[in-house]
């Protein structure tokens, strides 16, 4: 076994992606203030405190994302605070932070040779495109999917033209707020 498959096996990249209840994951103007809109009150659904969200957050290692989601990211206050994060892109753009890079080839190499030799813990955040090309490369192993209580009719869908793939589902959780969080691993052979 090479040292990159090696690596690759130690490292897990995460797709995490929020999506309507119709599989949109942005509004035909790429608009997202649909997700803050409060859902009913689902008394069954557990709710995170602050303090369990940001011990969470700590446990990932580095995001990546497309250029659109990063220039989204700016306008609503960089939430990646100071984890090492990626923008794929081939247009210039200006990081705002040191822990901001940019990268522009073939995402099997970023992956496999930049990150998985000092990342284990790899989150895909957007957006669609980006996101789609790393499932059509076998990229991902987990899929997050959070659902908002919302019917959009229209805009980005979150999966494009994909081949058939096969997920396991790992876990359920619904929240107060009416979103449903379904984890999902690849099927390996």
């Known amino acids: 076994m090479s040292g990159s498959e090696v690596n690759s096996k130690a ?17 035909k103007d790429n608009t997202v203030s649909w997700l803050d809109s409060p859902g009913d009150i689902y008394e069954r659904g557990v709710s995170i405190s602050a303090e369990e969200a940001a011990a969470f957050v700590k446990t990932i290692d580095c995001y990546v994302l497309g250029s659109r989601t990063y220039e989204h990211a700016l306008e609503l206050g960089w939430p990646y605070g100071d984890t090492p994060t ?3 892109t081939s247009r210039e753009l200006s990081p705002v932070k040191k822990s901001v890079q940019f990268y522009s080839g073939d995402l099997k190499t970023l992956v496999d040779v930049n990150l998985a030799p000092r990342y284990r813990n790899i989150w895909l955040v957007g957006g669609a495109m980006l996101c789609n090309r790393f499932l059509e490369l076998g990229l991902v192993d987990k899929i997050k999917l959070m659902i908002a209580p919302v019917v959009l009719g229209e805009g980005l869908r979150l999966f494009g033209s994909l081949p058939e793939q096969r997920w396991s589902l790992r876990n359920v959780v619904s929240y107060k707020n009416g979103f449903v969080e379904l984890s999902y691993s690849a099927v390996t052979a």
């Open 11 to 27: 490292r897990t990249v995460t797709l995490h992606m929020v999506s309507s209840l119709d599989g949109f994951i942005a509004k």
């Open 86 to 88: 990626v923008v794929v």
